[in-house]
């Protein structure tokens, strides 16, 4: 898309968010910065010039609203519907880490796949664990004061951050909506009459590993990143 049409895609966002409607002299202020070919990125301030604060609310949905205007006229690929079970793309950064390291999937996208295959497959909040766990996933689980399981985040064994210091951590909110343990939750309680407890097929359980001579996140030997 050239920069004419991003501009007008910007002004369509901005005017749909409640941000700078059209003909509003005293709308907020924004600037859209474009530094990739797909994307573009609008910062934007919440103050009015005559001081008073935005109409944003149903931001998000006039949004997608007008999205769907320019995916017709240009015809684009449609965004996901709004059921906020689209997964979220890689970063620019995570693209460019997998690109080093010579795989062809980055860490957020391996992620993805594991845990969905997972929360398909499983019958409770523990199954779910232990299914992420048995595929090579690193998992941490987060708990309320009275104990019970709030929350997950999972990691791929050999990525890390801050120079191997630290692995990099996503919970399931964050690689997509629908991974989010509530969602999961939901999802269980709905088929829960429905399920047998069965094992899933050769080839179902995705099983990472990455090679090498050691297993800590601060090894810098290269490694291959394999599923089974």
């Not at 769907?68 to 793309?89: I, K, N, Q, Y």
């Not at 690109?99 to 779910?128: M, N």
């Amino acid at each position: 898309m050239s920069d004419a049409e991003w501009a007008e895609v910007a002004t369509a966002m901005v005017h749909a968010a409640g941000i700078a409607p059209a003909g509003d002299e005293h709308a907020c202020r924004w600037v859209a910065v474009r530094h990739a070919d797909d994307h573009i990125h609008i910062a934007a301030t919440l103050a009015r010039q005559d001081g008073r604060h935005p109409r944003v609310r149903g931001d998000i949905p006039a949004m997608h609203t007008a999205v769907r205007v320019f995916e017709a006229r240009w015809g684009l690929t449609p965004m996901s519907p709004l059921d906020r079970t689209a997964r979220r793309r890689p970063a620019t950064g995570e693209a460019e880490k997998a690109a080093r390291r010579g795989l062809a999937e980055t860490a957020r996208e391996v992620l993805q796949c594991t845990v969905r295959i997972a929360a398909a497959l499983a019958h409770d909040d523990a199954d779910f664990l232990d299914r992420l766990r048995e595929a090579g996933l690193r998992v941490r689980e987060r708990h309320g004061d009275d104990g019970a399981l709030g929350g997950y985040a999972v990691a791929l064994p050999g990525d890390s951050a801050d120079r191997g210091s630290r692995p990099v951590w996503f919970s399931g909110s964050t690689l997509a909506y629908d991974l989010s343990l509530p969602r999961g939750r939901e999802r269980r309680g709905d088929r829960s009459q429905k399920l047998a407890a069965t094992e899933p097929a050769d080839g179902a359980r995705s099983v990472i590993r990455l090679m090498g001579d050691r297993d800590d996140l601060g090894d810098s030997h290269p490694r291959t990143l394999s599923t089974r």
